[in-house]
Every structure is written in structure tokens, then in C-alpha cells.
T-cell receptor, first 115, second 114 residues
Framework: KQEVTQIPAALSVPEGENLVLNCSFT??????LQWFRQDPGKGLTSLLL?????REQTSGRLNASLDKSSGRSTLYIAASQPGDSATYLC??????????????FGKGTKLSVIP | DAEITQSPRHKITETGRQVTLACHQT?????MFWYRQDLGHGLRLIHY???????NKGEVSDGYSVSRSNTEDLPLTLESAASSQTSVYFC?????????????FGEGSWLTVV
């Protein structure tokens, strides 16, 4: 069974700092990995989607990397801002089988950016 | 703009009552999903559907059912609500066939069973 772990569970940084969020998964046979943002009381918003054949994806100040062989992904946030405060979740989609369209989520990292 | 909407957004119900949470998407996506989110467990899949008349059980399906009579809607029914089903419920959808497509989530339905 695929398991996804995110460390740390919570992170507090001063505004302007660069930071890295970590995600690890146990089964490397994945189609893709997705990073989401969740604001309090809201749904999930997709930030970046990395296909299994890709090494990284970038969107603005966000860069996500994928090392499938080691079962790891990182989300790099440059020049953090208070508006980046949210919970960040990663999720993996399995390569095959009946669950191929399903996602397995980590429990998230709650980020606080202090002005 | 296409979207995915859930209703009700908040509901309080009594133990033993039947409850239905609605989910409607306007993207014409084939795939639809229901998740619940709880502290300490993260998001867990309840049921999912790959198209009209198709429904499948997820990781935590006991006590829940879904039906898919059209592309746009996937209502989630709690047959006899229990306190353990107090949670936040999220509906999601994605395009079919290509599993690399982004998944889109609704805003969530907060359910309290008393």
C-alpha cells in the first residue's frame, strides 16, 4: 500500500526566506505527483503536477522536484510571503491497477510566514 | 468558468439519519471522487467514479454510497449517520483516460453528526 509522508508537519519562517517542503512515498511506481495548497476552511488548489518522467516543474516562485527512484519530492518556495501561509499537501497517483486514477495524500505541512 | 460545487457547505444532523451531500461539476469530467479529511488522517478516499453508471469503493467506504446517473453529479449518501462520520467532505473531479490530468476540488462540506 502506498504511503506518503510529509515532514515537517508545521513550519514557521520569517518573510523573505527561501524554504523547502519535503514529501516521501513508499512505492516508486507512480504516474505523477501533485502538490496542493489548502487555505483554512477551503478546498485544495493544485499548484504543480510532475509526471513520472519529469524531474521538476516550476510556477512562479514555486519549484517542485521529483526523484522517483528514491521516493522523494520537494517543493521549493522562493522569497516567501505572508500570503504563502497555508497547508501544503503532496499526493501521488499510482502507475497501474484499479486505483490508477486515485491519489494518495500526505498529511500536509502547515506553513506560517511571519511578516 | 467551469467549477465544482458542493452543497450543503455546513450541516448538522442526528445519529441514524440519512444524509446526502451533493457534488456538481461543470467541466464535463469523467472522473469524480469523494474524500474525507480528518485530523491525524489526512485525506482518505471514500468512493470514486470513472463515468456514468460506474462507482467504486475507496479506502473508507463503509457507511457511504454514491450513484452516478449523469456526468455532472456524484451525490454522497450516508445511509445512517454516525458520530464517526463527523468530518469535512471534499468532492473532486478530473478528466478521464489520461491519468496525468490535474484534479480539481470543491470547497468542502462540513458535516457534524450529534
Amino acid at each position: 500500500k502506498q504511503e506518503v509522508t510529509q515532514i515537517p508537519a508545521a513550519l514557521s519562517v520569517p518573510e523573505g526566506e527561501n524554504l523547502v517542503l519535503n514529501c516521501s512515498f513508499t512505492d516508486s511506481a507512480i504516474y505523477n505527483l501533485q502538490w496542493f495548497r489548502q487555505d483554512p476552511g477551503k478546498g485544495l488548489t493544485s499548484l504543480l503536477l510532475i509526471q513520472s518522467s519529469q524531474r521538476e516543474q516550476t510556477s512562479g516562485r514555486l519549484n517542485a522536484s521529483l526523484d522517483k527512484s528514491s521516493g522523494r519530492s520537494t517543493l521549493y518556495i522562493a522569497a516567501s510571503q505572508p500570503g504563502d501561509s497555508a497547508t501544503y499537501l503532496c499526493a501521488v497517483r499510482l502507475l497501474s491497477g484499479a486505483g490508477s486514477y486515485q491519489l494518495t495524500f500526505g498529511k500536509g505541512t502547515k506553513l506560517s510566514v511571519i511578516p | 468558468d467551469a467549477e465544482i460545487t458542493q452543497s450543503p457547505r455546513h450541516k448538522i444532523t442526528e445519529t441514524g439519519r440519512q444524509v446526502t451531500l451533493a457534488c456538481h461539476q461543470t467541466w464535463n469530467h469523467n472522473n469524480m471522487f469523494w474524500y474525507r479529511q480528518d485530523l491525524g488522517h489526512g485525506l482518505r478516499l471514500i468512493h470514486y467514479s470513472y463515468g456514468v453508471q460506474d462507482t467504486n469503493k475507496g479506502e473508507v467506504s463503509d457507511g457511504y454510497s454514491v450513484s452516478r446517473s449523469n456526468t455532472e453529479d456524484l451525490p454522497l449518501t450516508l445511509e445512517s449517520a454516525a458520530s464517526s462520520q463527523t468530518s469535512v467532505y471534499f468532492c473532486a473531479s478530473s478528466e478521464g483516460s489520461y491519468s496525468g490530468n490535474t484534479i480539481y476540488f470543491g470547497e468542502g462540506s462540513w458535516l457534524t453528526v450529534v
